[in-house]
Nanobody, 114 residues
Framework: QVTLVESGGGLVQPGGSLRLSCTAS???????AGWYRQAPGKERELVAR???????DYTDSVKGRFTISRDNAKNTVDLQMNSLKPEDTAVYYC?????????WGQGTQVTVSP
């Protein structure tokens, strides 16, 4: 069982930055980890992930603006978001996959608005 708690969401103006942090009860080097988001009326979508092999993937709309990182010693997975746009507004969820089981955090709201 893995418990995930997200933090760092909030209201920011377009062009601004936020850093989301996900703290896991335990994060193993063999876990895949990532961030997803869900905007109102839309399906949940992948934002960024670090695979079990250490590869990093980003959805096209955030490439060059968002950076995912992890610290297994601190049990954290962070998402640095720069040059935020109104279309980035969504609830952001942390995700960990361990031995084919998927775990989710409760989500943190990110609102990008003037």
């Amino acid at each position: 069982q893995v418990t995930l708690v997200e933090s760092g969401g909030g209201l920011v103006q377009p062009g601004g930055s936020l850093r989301l942090s996900c703290t896991a009860s335990c994060l193993l080097s063999t876990d895949a980890a990532g961030w997803y988001r869900q905007a109102p009326g839309k399906e949940r979508e992948l934002v960024a992930r670090i695979t079990t092999g250490g590869n990093i993937d980003y959805t096209d709309s955030v490439k060059g603006r968002f950076t995912i990182s992890r610290d297994n010693a601190k049990n954290t997975v962070d998402l640095q978001m720069n040059s935020l746009k109104p279309e980035d507004t969504a609830v952001y969820y942390c995700n960990v996959i361990r031995k084919f089981k998927t775990y989710w955090g409760q989500g943190t709201q990110v609102t990008v608005s003037p």
